[in-house]
């Protein structure tokens, strides 16, 4: 049964978003770009759960619609990686199909459905009405081409080998350096075979999307670029008024960031931060503050109130003359002030790409899933960071944290990493910007949703770029 587009109207996309702040945050900001180049009908689908109990969303102008994963009253925590599956693929196919065709009989029609690979059977769906399907992955396609080559057997696992020589361009990797769910494959199988399963059928979707940009990655990129994902405001600044993600899990500490960094000279703040979901054990945030105590450096340091309790003692009395701490902060805005010298990161894909947007250098203090390959990145391909090494016990130490801070703002290692730092800050705004290699690729997907005839693009992952 196909459904096609009405006659005199825009196609209309249906963008389907894993419920996860850092999974939604970049399809609404895809979508906000297909808007912006003459798109005009896009409705955005959620879990009814994360609807529920998200603050402030949406933020934006296009119709929120919900699915159900299956656990539509939470709990999802509590059950094997395999039975959430299982649940969401059972209820979310369902419930998808009873979207779209409420969708048609209301006169909207549905053209093309844009998923989170996190949901593979969301394509099964969209074949069955005829739809055009793109995949959009908000990880980097380096990350990406592990897990395919994972998915397809040609890297065994668990991993036995020191290195690992993957096709496509990817530097020779260590075990540490794969995401943990690859690495550390016999520490959780299950959640390692269900993030295998976002590449169950690609074969058969008709566009991949990648959250990055091809400058970036352009070794290892058969896909499309489109990003990085992230408010315009902070590029190219042609998307009137978009300067919000349109989704924050906690209130931000806006005024009081802001003020504070105005009275830092430049390029001397130690901004740290590790997103909403990384939870650094107590021995870590232990050997964090103290290595931020004892730096001649000033610091702010976001600590989600839910890590308060890992503070040492009175820690922010000992450190108010230097450091400020809050529970959450605009990221975007502080790693744009001229104050911020190095970013402390955990490096998800949004924050490395958010610190590579922004021209500001890393210090990588990868937790898990795809943090590790990141930080590789960072520091032995893109040169504009580097991650710091852990001891025998697994944790970063004070000592190992203060020399890696030092390396990336002083001296002649900072210097070069700087340059470094500005050099991709450029090359990500050329990207987005009119004529640009991102943008070329969002223009040709807006070109084949209102002419179908014109361009289709059918990506095969293991294809040459």
């Known amino acids: 049964m196909e459904i096609g587009k009405q006659e005199g109207k825009s196609p209309h996309c249906l963008v389907l978003a894993f419920p996860l702040q850092g999974h939604v945050n970049p399809m609404l900001q895809f979508s906000k770009r297909l808007n912006y180049k003459g798109i005009t009908r896009i409705t955005i689908a959620v879990t009814k759960f994360f609807l529920k109990n998200a603050k402030d969303f949406p933020a934006t102008s296009f119709p929120v619609e919900t699915i159900s994963d299956g656990f539509d009253n939470g709990g999802f925590e509590k059950v094997s990686p395999l039975e959430y599956y299982n649940r969401c693929w059972e209820s979310g196919s369902d419930t998808l199909a009873d979207l779209i065709e409420k969708l048609r009989s209301s006169g909207s029609g549905i053209d093309c459905l844009i998923y989170d690979p996190f949901f593979p059977w969301a394509l099964d769906v969209a074949k069955k009405f005829g739809l055009m399907a793109a995949m959009f992955f908000t990880q980097s396609n380096s990350v990406n081409n592990i897990y395919f080559h994972a998915y397809k057997g040609e890297l065994k696992l668990p991993i036995s080998e020191p290195e690992i020589r993957i096709p496509g361009g990817l530097p020779v990797l ?267 690729s969002i223009e040709e997907f807006v070109s084949a949703l209102v002419e179908p005839s014109i361009l289709q693009f059918a990506p095969a992952l293991n294809a040459p770029s």
């Open 174 to 440: 260590k075990p540490g350096d794969l995401p943990s769910f690859i690495g550390e494959y016999e520490s959780n199988p299950e959640r390692s075979e269900f993030m295998l399963k976002q590449f169950r059928n690609v074969e058969k979707v008709d566009w991949i999307f990648v959250n990055t940009f091809y400058e970036l990655e352009q070794e290892f990129l058969p896909v499309k670029a489109i990003g990085p994902s992230i408010p315009s405001w902070y590029l190219d600044k042609r998307l009137p008024d978009d300067k919000l993600y349109g989704l924050s899990a906690f209130k931000p500490i806006t005024e009081p960031c802001i003020n504070w960094l105005n009275k830092q000279q430049n390029k001397s703040v130690i901004y740290v931060s590790f997103g909403s979901f990384a939870q650094p054990g107590l021995d870590q945030m232990e050997e964090l503050a103290l290595a931020l105590k004892m730096t001649q450096m000033n610091f702010l340091w976001v600590v989600r109130a839910s890590e308060e309790t890992k503070l040492p003692k009175n820690y922010r009395d000992d450190v108010s003359e230097k450091g400020l701490i809050v529970t959450w902060c605009h990221q975007l805005d502080v790693l744009a002030h001229e104050a911020i010298g190095c970013f402390l990161t955990h490096c998800g894909w949004n924050s490395t790409l958010e610190a590579l947007s922004s021209g500001v250098p890393m210090v990588g203090l990868p937790q898990w899933s795809d943090q590790t390959t990141n930080a590789k990145f960072v520091e032995d391909v893109w040169k504009m960071g580097v991650r710091a090494k852990k001891d025998e016990n697994g944790i970063v130490r004070r000592d190992e944290i203060i020399h890696c801070v030092s390396y990336v703002m002083e001296g002649e290692t900072g210097e070069k990493i700087r340059r470094s730092a500005i050099k991709w800050k450029k090359l990500v705004r050329d990207a987005v910007d009119e004529g640009g290699s991102s943008n070329r």
